[in-house]
C-alpha cells in the first residue's frame, strides 16, 4: 500500500477536514505543512503533474491577496506562476493529498477518497 501524504494548512477547515477524514479511515498521513516546510519549484511541478493539472494557475489560490498584488492573472510565464506560489506559500490550494502517483484536492474533503 502506497503511504498517503497530505499538504496541510492546519488552519484551514477544509484541510482540517479532510485531515480527519483520513484518520477515520485509518489512515495516518505524514503531514506537510507547506507553509512552514521547504518546497522546491520540482515539488510543486510534481504535484500539478499527479493532480494532472494542465497549468499552475490551477493549483492557485486567486482570492488571496498576493495574487491580485502580483497581477498574476495576467501571467502567463508557468515558471513565474510557481515562483510566486514559492514566495507566496498561501497562492497554494489546499489541501492537497497524494498517494503515490496521484494527487486530489480535498475541495470537498471527499474528494481524496477517490484515491485511497
Not at 7 to 16: D, L, Q
Not at 17 to 46: C, F, H, M, N, R
Not at 56 to 63: F, G, I, N, P, T
Amino acid at each position: 500500500m502506497s503511504e498517503v501524504s497530505i499538504y496541510h494548512n492546519p488552519r484551514c477547515s477544509k484541510s482540517r477536514q479532510t485531515l480527519a477524514l483520513l484518520e477515520e479511515k485509518g489512515i495516518q498521513p505524514t503531514v506537510i505543512e507547506y507553509l512552514k516546510e521547504s518546497l522546491t519549484a520540482d515539488d510543486i511541478k510534481d504535484l500539478l503533474s499527479k493532480l494532472g493539472f494542465v497549468s499552475a494557475r490551477e493549483l492557485m489560490r486567486s482570492k488571496e491577496d498576493a495574487y491580485q498584488e502580483l497581477q498574476l492573472k495576467d501571467e502567463h510565464d508557468e515558471d513565474k506562476l510557481i515562483e510566486a506560489m514559492l514566495a507566496h506559500r498561501k497562492l497554494i490550494e489546499r489541501p492537497i493529498v497524494v498517494k503515490g502517483s496521484q494527487a486530489r484536492l480535498g475541495r470537498p474533503p471527499e474528494a481524496v477518497e477517490e484515491i485511497l
